[in-house]
């Protein structure tokens, strides 16, 4: 199924899988499914958590990569507690 909008209505999501809106209320409440609340009355659901319920197999994880800047990577401390420029202070 092609997702077209960023966010949907818990009613918009129960329609996709054919189950009761309620039923997604119980999954929000139960974390099974993330929702953003907007305020008492309204709660939206990303598009991504409703492509994790409908295809969780197709789903990657976020892919992250750090890159520390130079002086960071001159300041990380071995365990023996020495570093490039000699023994770190107590």
């Known amino acids: 199924m092609e997702l077209t909008k960023a966010f949907y209505s818990p ?14 209320l119980n999954y929000i409440r ?4 993330h ?8 709660i ?4 991504r958590s409703v492509q994790k319920l409908l295809a969780p ?3 990657r994880g976020p892919h992250h990569v750090e890159r520390p800047h ?10 023996d507690g020495e570093r490039a420029g ?3 202070p107590a």
């Open 70 to 79: 130079e002086d960071v990577r001159d300041a990380v401390t071995s365990i």
């Open 11 to 24: 009613a918009e999501v129960a329609a996709m899988i054919d189950v009761h809106p309620t039923t997604i």
């Open 35 to 42: 929702a953003i609340r907007l305020s008492e009355r309204t």
């Open 86 to 88: 000699g023994r770190v």
């Open 44 to 47: 939206r659901i990303p598009a």
């Open 30 to 33: 139960d974390e099974k499914l």
């Open 57 to 59: 197999d197709e789903v």
